[in-house]
Structures are given as C-alpha cells and as structure tokens.
C-alpha cells in the first residue's frame, strides 16, 4: 500500500485527482493540503510515501516545499509526482529527482504510468529520514532517466539506454547505441545519480554500464582499456581497476 498526500490549492484539482485513483487499491490518500505550509505539516504528520505536489501555491511553491522537507532531519522525504499546469518547471522538478512531472489535464493512464514509476524506484532503494539537504539536488534514490533540454525540446532519456558517459570539460557525454547528448553536469554529481549495481566509474573521465561491458583489456602500451560490446574502448584508470574487477565477479 502506498500512502499519498495531495497537494493542490483548487479543491476541484484535489477532487479530480482522487476521481482518477479511486479503483487503484494500492493507492491510500491519507490527506490534502491547499498551501505549501499545510503540505509540509501534513507530511510530517503522515510521513506518506508519495506527495502529488503542485507548482503553484499561496505562500511558496512546490520546490519550497521539497526544500522545507529536505532540510527536516526527522523527516523521510516521499517519492514527489508534481501537478502543474505549467510546463516550463520540467527540468526543474527532475533536478530535486521528481518521479514524474503531470501537466493538466492529465489523463488516467498517463496516471498510472507515473504511479508505476513509483512503485519500481520503490523497489530500488528505500528512503530514510534526511535522505535529501540543502538545495534539494542531492539524491535520494536513483534515477532512471536523465531530462535535459536538448535543440529546444525536453528529452527524457531513460538511464538503461546509456552504454557509457564521458567528461568534456563542464559538460558529460551521453552516449547510447545510436547517438550520443551533451549534458552540463558533472561526473561526481551524475555518479551519485545512478545504481552503483549497474552503472560504474572506471576512470575520472568514465562511467560505463555494466551491462554493456564485454571485456577488459591490457593494450600494447601497457594501459588497461574496457571494452563495450560495440567495440568502443573506454579508458580504465588504475585506481578503478580493482573496483570494476569486484563488480564483474559478482556478474
């Protein structure tokens, strides 16, 4: 059972939302709130697994909120779908790691597939009181897709597609098996966003899917390289050497 709380300051949002999860039985509304206060209250007071937040509310917004939230030690912060009419606060809400982003008016199934995400970052890795400080970005469970901006459109990219990422300078390349995105984002910062089970560091300018990982090679030049099932060969510091050893072995 997943208890959730709705957040919205138009009562007939908060109904409707309801009207959508009424035969979903692993849904529990346990309250409703109208202003940010009261969702931060109500939250502490719940502790519900899920908060359908929207952007726009008397007071503060929703990202006050999961900042509010974020900084209360005693407080697990929940899986966080944000509601909105408003679709240029899209990056904004997966940088605090937001499950899914629901423009109005949103239709049932377009519902479940995000209540779906949920229940399989549940799966992932539990969060614990104080999971998330400071400005909200940092992580507090991991992601399975990276949202950026690119040539004027929103992508999301689902992590599962990245075969290896590279670091350019300020920016990180995404690599996939057809393409490949630039991203500003840092290698420590994106690390920290990914299942360490599946994604791994091997160099200070590497990370590579484990998945796609086909061998490790010694060259000629004495330097050690990982080879990907593509036949890309992605540089292995020596420092990483061991580590990816030990990930392999559990393979």
């Given at each position: 059972m997943?208890?959730?709380?709705?957040?919205?300051?138009?009562?007939l949002a908060r109904q409707k939302l309801r009207q959508l999860l009424r035969d979903d039985r692993d849904i529990e509304i346990?309250?409703?709130s109208a202003t940010a206060l009261e969702t931060i209250e109500l939250v502490k007071a719940t502790n519900p697994e899920l908060l359908f937040l929207d952007i726009r509310m008397p007071g503060m917004d929703g990202f006050d909120v999961v900042d509010a939230l974020a900084n209360h030690a005693d407080v697990s912060l929940p899986r966080i779908i944000f509601t909105t009419a408003y679709d240029q606060y899209a990056l904004r809400a997966f940088e605090v790691n937001a499950v899914d982003y629901l423009l109005?008016?949103?239709?049932?199934?377009?519902?479940?597939?995000?209540?779906e995400r949920?229940?399989?970052?549940?799966?992932?890795?539990?969060?614990?009181?104080?999971a998330a400080s400071g400005n909200s970005k940092s992580v507090n469970f991991y992601t399975n897709r990276i949202v950026f901006k690119s040539r004027g459109r929103i992508l999301f990219l689902p992590v599962s597609d990245i075969r290896w990422i590279g670091a350019e300078g300020n920016y990180v390349r995404l690599s996939t098996a057809t393409e490949t995105h630039l991203l500003r984002e840092t290698m420590?910062?994106?690390?920290?966003?990914?299942?360490?089970r599946g994604f791994l560091r091997v160099h200070r300018s590497f990370?590579?899917?484990?998945?796609?990982v086909k061998e490790v090679r010694r060259e000629t030049d004495g330097d050690?390289?990982?080879i990907m099932d593509s036949g890309h060969k992605v540089a292995l510091g020596r420092s990483y050497r061991a580590s990816l050893n030990q990930q392999l072995n559990r393979a």
């Open positions: 997943i208890h959730a709380v709705v957040a919205d300051d138009e009562v346990v309250g409703e109005k008016p949103f239709t049932l199934e377009r519902l479940r597939t995000a209540i949920v229940r399989e970052q549940s799966q992932v890795k539990p969060q614990g009181a104080g420590a910062h994106l690390a920290e966003r990914l299942d360490p990370i590579v899917n484990l998945k796609y050690s390289v990982v």
